[in-house]
């Protein structure tokens, strides 16, 4: 949840509002690859954006 929310606390100090915004750590919860390798490890450590322009 830590690397989210420092993306979420840049997107604030850019300016967008709070309330335009959330926020989803899953940690190792939902990993995209293998932790074994240090190749896996780097992929697994990533934030995924997801735009809703229709959000109040």
């Known amino acids: ?21 959330n926020k989803i750590g899953y940690g190792e919860q939902r990993p995209i690859d293998t932790n ?7 992929r697994n450590r990533r934030v995924e954006i997801f735009v809703d322009l229709y959000r109040g």
């Not at 949840?1 to 915004?21: Q, S």
């Not at 074994?36 to 780097?42: D, L, R, S, V």
């Open 36 to 42: 074994e390798t240090e190749e896996g490890k780097a």
């Open 1 to 21: 949840m830590a690397r989210a929310g420092a993306v979420h606390d840049e997107f604030l100090k850019a300016g967008i509002p709070t309330n335009k915004m």
